[in-house]
Each structure stands twice: as C-alpha cells, then as structure tokens.
C-alpha cells in the first residue's frame, strides 16, 4: 500500500510524537516497540507536517533528527498539523457538503426531504456513490453529537436544522488561546475560518508538545464538567510498564517550567490522591459520575497546602534552610515572600532569614533552593536522601571551582551579609511553578 499523510486513528501517531518529541528520535533499528514499516510510515508523515521545524546532525552515529522552532519567527504551533490531517472516503466528503448544503437555508428537513434532495443532487452522475437512510442518519447524529445539527421531534417525525453559530473572537484573542491554553488547537481550528495575518504574540517560552495531549486533557476536562471517574491506561517509558487505575479527576496542573501536565486525582483503586503525568496515559475512559466528587475536590484544595509542585503522597516531609543578607539587600527576603508557594518564612537573626514547610516531595524544592547557592547557612530535609543528595552536588560543584565545602555543604565561610555574586538572581522559584 503507497505511504499515505492522512490517518484514521490519532492514537497512534500520538504514541510516536511522544517518543520522538519529548524522549528523542531513534533510528529504525533502535524502535522496536512498531515494526519497521509501522516506524518508516509514521516517521515520514510526521516530517510532512513538521518539514519546516525540523533540523538534522550528522554524527558518528549516524544522523540525529530534532526539532528546531525559532520563537521570534515561528507562526502557529506545528504540532497543531497533525490534528488536521485525517482520511476521509469520497463518500465521507460529498456526504459532508450534501447535507450543509441543503440545510444552509433558514428552515428545518426531515430525514426523508434530505434523502430526496441528496437524489436530486446524484441525478446524472453515473457511477456515484448512493447514500442510504441509515448512513445519513448516523451522519446526522454525528453531527448532532458535534454541536453542527440541531434536531427536534413532533410526533414521529425528526427535523433536523444547522446549528446557530455563534461569532468568532477577535483573532489576536484567538492566536493567544490556541498557543498558550490547554486544548489550544481547538482556537487554532477557529482561527482558520479567518485569512491569516502576521501574529501579534512572539513567545519566549512556548510549549509545543503539550498539544499531541489535547483528546486526553479535553477528555478530562468533560469528565471533570459531569463529575464522573475515569478509568487510565498508564505507560512508563523510564520503568517500560504499563498500568491501569480509575480515578476522580480533580485537576490538572502545567508546569510553567516544563510546559508538562499531570492530571491529580483520586484513585478509587488505592484509595488515596495521587498525581499522573498526562503524556503517560494511552487510553481514557469516561466511568461513572461520582456523588462525592465535590467532597473530594474540597478535601484537595486542604492537601495543596503542602503542594509545593504536582507530587502528592500520603506523607509530608520537613525542610528549611537558612539564608544570609546584607544591610541593603532587601530584595532577599522580599523574593522568599513572593515565591513561597506554602510554608513560612521567618527572621532567626540580624541579616538571617529561614524559609521552613511541609511538603508532599522536598525534592521538587531543591531546583528553587539552590538559587540561593552562596548565601545559604543551613539547610535540612527530613527525607535523607534528598539532603545527602543536595548536599553531595554542591560539594561537588566546590570541588570543581576549587573551594571547600563545609559539612553542611553551605561552601566557603564568608562575613555576614557580604552579597554573593548570584544570591540576588530573580529566577528559578517563579519560573518552575505549576499553575
């Protein structure tokens, strides 16, 4: 069979974009969860929709593909390409244009006034696809499904009539949500019912891949809307396994750092919360509505008190640490308040200042803490792997710049409230948040 671009099932594209695009390419030897013809087929219609971001390396390893997006010249999201492209019948598509077209006027038509009208169109066309009753019937519920087709009954009969659209957003409004809101190529399908234009909005940080998520996460977002469970299937690329667990979708939280989302919720298998990367889940289903799920969602917002990211567990953990500024450096203190996300910060002396919490998994505070690396005094994790972790890299960095590292691994002593020459940077704590 000739090398097609469109597809009829997104799930499985969606399986190779993710390993492409978040994990690395692989050559065709190195994939060997597809055959090869599998891999050739799906490598080959992704670099048809993303030829212009792609770049290749040549290596000693043979040729390295990635993707390559410069954010002050790129228009649209490219990933959004593949949720436009999916194989139709002939029948499929005259079907389609069949029905609006006859129900594009101001007036309603019963399935036998469509079937009429559909034979009138076929008049001398010799050879052309005849439609049957029950075909346009499901295509009719399909739409209807949709939002498309509004149907009402009076007696046995059925009217069916377009749906009422409603006006488009501006479409600087639109290009903003489609690259930046979760289920955003929904915005850019609206955005293409207009001419294009130059794009307003240049973004420093933008997430592309998120977007080969969006059937699972609107998934979410309408099992959420009907406060019904889901059950997940959940594989793990790092452990190579495949679970399974149904949950009560309570929220879902996008790394401001990573763009990548984890869905939280309540598993009704281990009865206890617990936080699922989204990119993991291969197959979602709508389960059954659930009576306390506001009871549940409330008990949440309780539990993300101690939510310093998206890991949630049944125990907390302690940390603090100690940090150091000078006489004119109230900005120090003044960035502990402001990117706290739970927790306290405290005066413990003059010029000393302590940040102390409880959290679900102190690791997830290590990237923010050691943005203070040259003003911390102490610093203690009740979860000892993680401070014998910490405290190992920074003696480690010590060693490489030539400095000895205290037992607390706080670096070379120096006077009280002598500045660092990075302690006052703004980033790291505001920039790995998760909304």
Not at 23 to 49: H, L, M, P, V
Not at 284 to 308: G, N, S, V
């Amino acid at each position: 069979m000739p090398y097609s671009e469109l597809i009829k099932n997104f799930d499985t594209i969606r399986d190779y974009m993710r390993d492409f695009y978040l994990y690395g390419f692989k050559s065709r030897g190195e994939y060997d969860r597809k055959s090869t013809r599998s891999y050739d087929d799906c490598r080959r219609r992704i670099e048809s929709w993303l030829s212009d971001s792609m770049s290749f390396r040549n290596t000693s390893d043979g040729k390295t593909v990635f993707l390559s997006v410069d954010s002050r010249a790129e228009g649209p999201n490219p990933f959004f390409k593949a949720w436009k492209s999916k194989s139709f019948t002939d029948g499929d598509i005259t079907l389609h244009f069949f029905l609006f077209d006859i129900l594009s006027e101001e007036r309603e038509c019963t399935l036998k006034e469509i079937m009429e009208k559909i034979d009138l169109y076929l008049e001398g066309f010799s050879g052309t696809k005849v439609f049957d009753q029950s075909t346009v019937r499901k295509k009719l519920s399909e739409y209807e499904k949709e939002g498309l087709i509004t149907s009402r009954k009076e007696g046995r009969l059925v009217y069916y009539r377009c749906a009422k659209m409603t006006g488009l957003p501006s479409s600087d409004l639109l290009r903003f949500f489609a690259e930046t809101a979760p289920c955003g190529v929904i915005g850019s399908f609206l955005e293409d019912k207009r001419p294009l234009k130059e794009p307003v909005f240049r973004f420093k940080h933008h997430y592309l891949t998120g977007t080969i998520d969006s059937e699972v996460l609107c998934g979410i977002f309408l099992a959420m809307q009907e406060k019904r469970a889901v059950h997940v299937e959940l594989f793990s690329r790092k452990k190579d396994t495949r679970t399974s667990d149904t949950l009560i979708p309570l929220k879902v939280k996008i790394s401001t750092q990573s763009g990548r989302q984890h869905l939280i919720g309540f598993s009704l298998k281990n009865e206890a919360y617990r936080s699922v990367r989204i990119d993991q889940i291969t197959e979602l289903t709508m389960c059954e509505e659930i009576e306390y799920f506001d009871a549940a969602r409330e008990k949440l917002a309780h539990q993300e008190e101690h939510l310093w990211g998206a890991s949630i567990g049944p125990r907390l953990e302690h940390v603090f640490f100690t940090v150091a500024y000078g006489k004119y450096e109230q900005h120090i203190p003044d960035r502990l308040m402001r990117e706290k996300r739970c927790g306290t910060v405290t005066e413990v002396g003059e010029g000393l200042i302590r940040y102390e919490a409880d959290v679900f998994d102190s690791s997830e505070l290590v990237p923010w803490i050691r943005t203070f690396i040259g003003r911390i005094v102490d610093v203690h994790f009740s979860n000892g792997a993680v401070e014998k972790r910490f405290l190992s890299d920074i003696k480690k960095m010590a060693e490489v710049y030539g400095l000895d590292a205290g037992a607390d691994g706080s670096g070379e002593e120096r006077p009280k409230g002598e500045a660092a020459a990075d302690g006052g940077r703004q980033e790291g704590g505001a920039d790995d948040a998760v909304q």
